[in-house]
């Protein structure tokens, strides 16, 4: 069995990954496994395999979505990933015009 891929490793991928190694990897999931859960549509439906070719490969953002590993999770933040917020951007004079009505 293969070695699973740390936090660290996973956050550097590019923007295309192929199933095997690397999702394989990330999921802890043998190469035969891997390719049969693909086969039979069974892998999460947060990662939808791609076919390029004779070569199937993910897309990061799903992968990170689906470990949890998006900017601003708790696991990530001390990971030196910056926290994006969910709010939205207020400007300067809406800022100033809400603190005079309060």
Known sequence: MTAALS?????DLPALVPLWPTVGKALGLAE??????AAENRLPSDLEVIRLGR??????????R????????SETAGAGTPAVSSEHPTSPAAKAQEASTQ
């Not at 936090?7 to 956050?11: D, F, Y």
């Open 7 to 11: 936090v660290a490793e996973i956050l």
């Open 32 to 37: 035969s496994t891997t390719y049969q859960l």
């Open 55 to 64: 070569r199937r490969v993910v897309r990061t953002v799903d992968l990170h």
């Open 66 to 73: 689906f470990l949890g590993l998006l900017p601003g999770n």
